[in-house]
């Protein structure tokens, strides 16, 4: 069975500060997607890894994938409150996404 | 068009009532998924269509739950004899053919039922 699983699930941090999200995943495959999510709102596409050692960033935001190791990681830069959102690291396997629980992310002022 | 549209965006019904949520994909998406967000939780799978082949019911949590597509575009999900249980935001998603491309979702229809 494949598993998803995201640390940590909550997240307070200041502005300014970084600190990196983990998607951990329980069998083989090279595709990994990242998403955000706002309250009451539906899924943004972030990322899409295709393969080991992929890096991808956009703003403050960096994506990169170990296929070895089975995991990803979504590492956010001196943050800012509009990075607020939950993130949903998803896997690709069988012909569908199976997604991690989600880390929701408060940046404070 | 430009995006997944999904209807209703809300739908407040009687526990024991059927319910029907309708997903139109992006024109050229052959890929459609329906998924299941409940308050506070991640994202569980319900059903999967590609093109013409039979779709992936796996993930249906029971048979009260139906899907349809028709022509390879748009997409009905059916929940029968709703359960209060089954309130939750129902999104679909479609993908265009090709590795690499990203699944676009709708922003969702919200099913409460009361």
């Known amino acids: 069975e494949l598993k998803v699983e995201q640390n940590p699930l909550f997240l307070s941090m200041q502005e300014g500060k970084n600190y990196t999200i983990y998607c951990n995943y329980s069998t083989t495959s090279d595709r990994l997607y990242w998403y955000r999510q706002d309250p009451g709102k539906s899924l943004e596409s972030l990322f899409v890894?295709?393969?080991?050692?992929a890096v991808k960033q956009e703003g403050r935001l960096m994506a990169s994938l170990d296929t070895k190791a089975r995991l990803s990681t979504l590492h956010i830069t001196a943050a800012v409150h509009d990075l607020s959102a939950t993130y949903f690291c998803g896997l690709y396997g069988n012909e569908k996404l199976t997604f991690g629980t989600g880390t929701r992310l408060t940046i404070i002022p | 068009g430009a995006g997944v549209s999904q209807s209703p965006s809300n739908k407040v019904t009687e526990k024991g009532k059927d319910v029907e949520l309708r997903c139109d994909p992006i024109?050229?998406?052959?890929?459609l998924y329906w998924y299941r967000q409940s308050l506070g939780q991640g994202l569980e799978f319900l059903i999967y269509f590609q093109g013409n082949s039979a779709p992936d019911k796996s993930g249906l949590p029971s048979d009260r739950f139906s899907a349809e597509r028709t022509g390879g575009s748009v997409s009905t999900l059916t929940i029968q004899r709703t359960q209060q249980e089954d309130s939750a935001v129902y999104l679909c998603?479609?993908?265009?053919?090709?590795?690499?491309?990203?699944?676009?979702f709708g922003s969702g229809t919200r099913l409460t039922v009361v």
């Open positions: 998603a479609s993908r265009r053919p090709g590795q690499g491309y990203g699944y676009t």
């Open positions: 024109s050229g998406h052959t890929a």
């Open positions: 890894l295709l393969s080991n050692g």
